[in-house]
């Protein structure tokens, strides 16, 4: 492929993932596909921005579905025999495995850059506005560097609206640098929205720094996690549900108080059949799930511990419901929703931020580990039980694995503990070091090979 192909199809590429939509209605939610704006005669008016920012909340719901569907497979709770789930979890790679993750530059990156760009030249725009449609955007770009770099390890950094020449000569950025450009969007974010949203599925404040702390965490910067971390915990007015069960329903779908960020599905597909890629479901044999788990899963909770029959089904088999999924079923429909961030996330990951930070085990973080385990129906755990951080790790990860099962949480965890491949080779999935990153698509090296350098071992 010569120069001037490869500069259009990257140009394709952009405009492909320029899609905007308008809102019919006081709904946020309820999005009606308009043409794509020529770029000089849009990004005039407030409705313009409100349009463009719509459009990449829509390609963000989309991508809220690939941490679930493909981290877990890459940890040690699911495996698959058929498709990318057996591709992922048994490293039988193929050469663009990573295009999913890799597509968040075209989906979010780009269109994010646009608006941000755009904004800077708008007049007559009220600076509310203005500063919650920045924030919205920093957001998802720091949403997608935070997953390319959690699966690749650092890639290009692109920050401003730019020409394909320069895409086809932007190489990889370091890993921490990388981290540290997400961070720095979450943070920019935080600063610029509204502490509540908007409308329900809008992003605000607390959400956007709860990925921060998500950051920090990856980068092991405990202190600076528990600071945000304190924050939500003190100051976001989330909270966790006093029943587990009563979250896995329509009402607390919208309503919950420990839902801080959701992807809307419900009311723009009420009719989808996400849930049946979330095991295979019991009466419905012909409709088999992504899922089988890995050894050990079902057993690595405790016997009382209420969410593993919600989750996994009440037999080893786990051909049971999923009431995380399987809530709002009509027929063979389903109608939910897709909870990207829990205010139960923020107590577990503060009681693990708060130990590592102190490098002994505090009584604080027990405690905090004791509200999701209460509510699980399981027995407090004490300091005698937990006497020092080896077992804080350990108690901490297992907690975490119970509560965020399908939820594609403890890729990262292990990640972060160097326990990714240790985990994997106590069920006899035995790899190396590369297993640790995904390969950077074939398909983006043959676009630029003297640029783009591809990860160890692929």
Known sequence: MNKMKKIYKIVSLMITGFIVFTSCSDEFIELAPIDSANVS???????????????????????????????????????????????????DLSPN?????????????????????????????????????????????????????????????????ISA?????????????????AASDFEEAAGLLPP??????????????GFLARVY??????????????????????????????????????????????????DLFPNNSFATQFLRIEGYS????????????????????????????????GFDQ???????????????????LRFADIVTMYAEALSMASGSVQQESLNLINMTRSRAGLLD??????????????AILAERRAEFIFEGIRFADLKRHDKLLEKLAEIDYNFDNNYLLLPIPQTEIDKMPDVLEQNPGY
């Open 196 to 209: 509540t949203p908007s409308t329900f599925g809008r992003i605000d404040k607390y959400a956007a720094k």
């Open 286 to 317: 012909d409709l088999q799930g992504n899922f089988t788990y890995k050894p050990g899963l079902f057993d690595s909770f405790d016997a009382n511990d209420i969410r593993r029959d919600s989750t996994l089904g009440v037999t080893e088999s």
């Open 217 to 266: 965490m990856q980068q092991k910067e405990w202190g600076k996690a528990v600071t945000v971390l304190t924050d939500i915990y003190e100051n976001s007015g989330h909270e966790l549900e006093t029943n587990w069960n009563d979250m896995w329903n329509i009402e607390a779908d919208k309503n919950s108080k420990e839902y801080m960020l959701t992807s809307i599905w419900s």
């Open 381 to 394: 755990l004490t300091m005698a039980e937990v006497p020092d951080m080896d077992a804080f790790v350990e």
């Open 41 to 91: 005669d849009f990004y005039k008016t407030e409705s313009d921005f409100e349009a463009a920012i719509i459009g990449v909340y829509s390609n963000w719901r989309n991508e809220t579905i690939h941490p679930i569907m493909q981290t877990e497979y890459r940890a040690d709770n699911f495996t698959y025999n058929m498709y990318y789930g057996y591709e992922l979890a048994e490293n």
């Open 165 to 181: 020449e320069e895409a086809l000569n932007t190489p990889r950025s370091s890993e921490e640098d990388t981290w540290i450009q």
């Open 97 to 161: 495995i990573g295009d999913t993750w890799w597509n968040l530059f075209r989906t979010l990156v780009f269109p994010s850059n646009m608006i941000l760009d755009k904004l800077e030249q708008a007049e007559g725009i009220d600076p509310l506005v203005a500063d919650r449609i920045a924030g919205e955007a920093l957001f998802f770009r720091g949403y997608a560097y935070y997953y390319m770099n959690l699966m690749f390890g650092g890639v290009p950094l692109v920050t401003t609206t």
């Open 322 to 340: 999923n009431n995380k999924y399987d809530y709002g079923k009509t027929g063979n429909n389903w109608t939910m929703d897709v909870v990207v």
